[in-house]
C-alpha cells in the first residue's frame, strides 16, 4: 500500500538541509456559486503554519473550487481568506500565486521547454529574477525533489512521476508561503504514486504549509495534520487524522469510507 514507507519516512531523518518557512491560511464564511449553482456554502477553516492538510471528500464535492479560491483563479463571492493576516483580495493575483503555490492532476508543464526551463521562466517572468540566479534556484528545487542532473529532458522524455516532481519543484522556486496539491497523483501509474507521495511527506517534514486535495487515504491518515471531509460544499468534519478514521461521527464519513477505504 505504500504506507509502510511514508511511515518510515516520517521518523527519518531529513538529510536535505533545506527548511521551507511556510504561512498560515485562515478561511472564513467562504462562498462560492457557479452561475445559480452555489459549490463552497460557507467554509471555516484555519491552516497553521508548516501544518499538512489533507481534504477528502466525494466528486464534486467543491474540494477543487476550494483551493482555487484560495489563489483566486476563481473569485469568492462572500467570505474572507487572509494569508499570514492579510486579505488575499488586496493582493494582485500574480503576487497571491507566487506566495500560494499549486499542484495540478496533469503537471501543466510546457512541453517545448526542459525541466529546468519550466522552473526558471516564473523565477524570471513573475519575480524577475537574472538568468543566472533563476538557473541556480531551478538546480537546487530540482536537487531537492530528487531530480539532479535532470535539468535538461524535456516533460515528454521523462516519467509521469518525474514530470509532476518538476512541477511541484517550480511551485517551491517562488518560495511560496502556502503549496496546494489537488489530486496531483490521480494520473499516474501506480507504480509512481508512491515516490512522489513520499516527496510531498518530505516537504511537510521539511516545514511547508501544504493543503492537499487527495484519494490516498494512507498519505492522509500517516502525513495530515489535519482531516477536513467536505460534502455538498460544506465540511462535514475535520479532526486530526485518528479522530477521523477510528471514530467518525457522521453518517456520510462513515458510507464515503466504506466506499474509499
Ligand atoms: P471536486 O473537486 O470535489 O470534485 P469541484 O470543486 O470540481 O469538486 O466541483 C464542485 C461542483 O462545481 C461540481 O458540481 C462541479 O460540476 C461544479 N463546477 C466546477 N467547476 C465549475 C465551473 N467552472 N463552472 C460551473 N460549474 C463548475
Ligand atoms: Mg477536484
Redesign the pocket.
Known amino acids: 500500500s505504500g504506507l509502510e514507507e511514508v511511515a518510515e519516512l516520517k521518523t527519518a531523518p531529513t538529510q536535505e538541509a533545506h527548511r521551507f518557512d511556510g504561512g498560515s491560511l485562515s478561511i472564513r464564511g467562504l462562498r462560492l456559486s ?2 445559480s ?1 452555489e ?2 456554502r460557507g467554509i471555516d477553516l484555519d491552516v497553521p503554519k508548516g501544518s499538512v492538510t489533507c ?1 477528502i ?12 479560491s484560495l489563489n483566486r483563479l ?1 473569485e469568492m463571492n462572500a467570505g474572507e481568506v487572509t494569508l499570514d493576516g492579510a486579505d488575499i483580495r488586496a493582493m494582485k493575483p500574480e503576487t497571491l500565486r507566487a506566495k500560494v503555490g499549486m499542484v495540478f492532476q496533469h503537471f501543466n508543464l510546457f512541453p517545448d521547454h526542459t525541466a529546468r526551463e519550466n522552473i526558471m521562466l516564473s523565477l524570471t517572468r513573475i519575480k524577475g529574477l537574472p538568468r543566472a540566479e533563476a538557473r541556480r534556484i531551478a538546480e537546487a528545487r530540482l536537487a531537492d525533489v530528487g531530480l539532479e542532473g535532470r535539468g535538461d529532458h524535456r516533460p515528454a522524455n521523462l516519467s509521469g512521476g518525474q514530470q509532476q516532481r518538476v512541477a511541484i519543484a517550480r511551485a517551491l522556486a517562488m518560495e511560496p508561503e502556502v503549496v496546494l496539491f ?2 496531483v497523483t490521480s494520473a499516474l501509474d501506480p507504480e509512481l504514486v508512491k515516490g512522489v507521495l513520499n516527496l510531498m511527506a518530505d516537504l511537510g517534514r521539511r516545514g511547508m504549509t501544504m493543503v492537499v ?1 487527495t484519494h490516498e487515504m494512507g498519505f492522509a491518515r500517516q502525513v495530515a495534520d489535519q482531516i477536513v471531509f ?1 460534502d455538498e ?1 460544506r465540511i462535514v468534519e475535520s479532526g486530526p487524522p485518528d479522530q477521523l478514521f477510528d471514530a467518525p461521527r457522521t453518517e456520510r464519513l462513515k458510507s464515503f469510507f466504506a466506499e474509499v477505504l
Open positions: 457557479y452561475g449553482l459549490v463552497l481534504i471528500g466525494p466528486s464534486g464535492s467543491g474540494k477543487s473550487t476550494l483551493l482555487r476563481v489537488d489530486e486535495v467536505m460544499g
